[in-house]
Structures are given as C-alpha cells and as structure tokens.
T-cell receptor, first 115, second 116 residues
Framework: KNQVEQSPQSLIILEGKNCTLQ??????????LRWYKQDTGRGPVSLTI?????NTKSNGRYTATLDADTKQSSLHITASQLSDSASYIC??????????????FGAGTRLAVHP | DTAVSQTPKYLVTQMGNDKSIKCEQN?????MYWYKQDSKKFLKIMFS???????INETVPNRFSPKSPDKAHLNLHINSLELGDSAVYFC???????????????FGAGSRLTVL
C-alpha cells in the first residue's frame, strides 16, 4: 500500500534551536518528494521538491534530504524562529501506471517554536 | 494578488442541505484540484480538472460534484450533506499536465465545512 508516514507527530523546541523531521514512504514508483509548510488556518505552501536523483536541497534555513534507496526523507530546520511554528507535510508523487500522478500526503508534524 | 481563492472560508449547515464551495485561480494554471483534509490532517485528493476536463475522480460519493466553467474556476457542489462531510476542503492549482513534471501546487486557504 502506498503510504507516507511522518515522525514525530508533534514537536516543541525553543527559538534558535535546530530540529529534524522525518518522513518514510512506501510509495512506488515515485516521481518526486516535496515538503510543504501549513500554517494554522492556511493552505500548504511548498518548501522543497526533490526528484529521486537528488540527495539534498536547501531553501533558506530549511534543508531536505532524500534517500531513495531506503525511502526516507528528512527536513532539517536550523536556527528556528517563532514563525516556523506550523505543520510540515511530506508529500510523495506516485506515478500511477497508465499515466496519472497522485500526490500521497503524510499526516504532518506539528512544530511549535517557543520563545 | 495572484492566488488561489476559495469561498466561503467557513460554512456551517444542517444535515441534508446542499451547499457549494467556489474556487478561482488567477495564476494561469491548467490544472485544478479539490482536496479534503480530515480530522487526522491527511490531505486526500478528491478531483482534478485539466482545462475544464475531469482527469482524476477519486472514490468519493456521488453527492460531491465538481463543476469547472472555465480553467480558472473549479467549484465543488455537495448534495444531501452528512455529518462525515465535516472537514476542511482545499482547492489547489498547478501548471503540470503530464506525469513526470515537478509541478508545485498552490493551495487556497481552505474552506471549513461543519455539518450539524
């Protein structure tokens, strides 16, 4: 079954600290993996998109890694800020045989950054 | 502002009623989507339209009917609302058409539907 699992479910860190969020997936075949940030009451916003051939990609203080062999990805946030408080959702693009794609969403990790 | 906008943001209604959620994008994208985010926070695709044509129709009840008058609009009509329909519904758009593009989805802010 094509699934995307994220851990931890929730995380509390102090402002200025680093943290790493995990994503494991069983989606196959997959086209790309993306991380989205969803602020409370808002729609998800894309942070990074990585194809299976990319190992790491950065977007400011966000760095995503991908190991397509072990089907694992991580999102590392450095020097956290209060505005980083949000849900971070891992999304894997499943290449459905026959032509269509489907995005498989994880349930997200809820990050709270405290002063 | 270029965006995906959906209305209403909040909708509270009684079981059995019929309601619609509207979505418009001014990004010039070819593909629009409706997602449902349930209480466990999973986002699940419901429908996808490309240039006004339905290309993905997940297994959702027939009570849900998308309508795309043009490629900038994708409205969601729900008949005979049930308690289990309570969720946040997100509209999104993207430029991708084919299977292998690394497209970015742009989401609307969501419409929270509560069925009493």
């Amino acid at each position: 079954k094509n699934q995307v699992e994220q851990s931890p479910q929730s995380l509390i860190i102090l402002e200025g600290k680093n943290c790493t969020l995990q994503c494991n997936y069983t989606v196959s075949p997959f086209s790309n993996l993306r991380w989205y940030k969803q602020d409370t009451g808002r729609g998800p916003v894309s942070l990074t998109i990585m194809t299976f051939s990319e190992n790491t990609k950065s977007n400011g203080r966000y760095t995503a890694t991908l190991d397509a062999d072990t089907k694992q990805s991580s999102l590392h946030i450095t020097a956290s800020q209060l505005s980083d408080s949000a849900s971070y959702i891992c999304v894997v693009k499943w290449m459905i045989p026959g032509g269509y794609n489907k995005l498989i969403f994880g349930a997200g990790t809820r990050l709270a950054v405290h002063p | 502002d270029t965006a995906v906008s959906q209305t209403p943001k909040y909708l509270v209604t009684q079981m059995g009623n019929d309601k619609s959620i509207k979505c418009e994008q001014n990004l010039g994208h070819d593909t629009m989507y409706w997602y449902k985010q349930d209480s466990k926070k999973f986002l699940k695709i419901m429908f996808s339209y490309n240039n006004k044509e339905l290309i993905i129709n997940e297994t959702v009840p027939n009570r849900f009917s998308p309508k795309s008058p043009d490629k900038a609009h994708l409205n969601l009509h729900i008949n005979s609302l049930e308690l289990g329909d309570s969720a946040v519904y997100f509209c999104a758009s993207s430029q991708e058409v084919s299977a292998s593009g690394a497209n970015v989805l742009t989401f609307g802010a969501g419409s929270r539907l509560t069925v009493l």
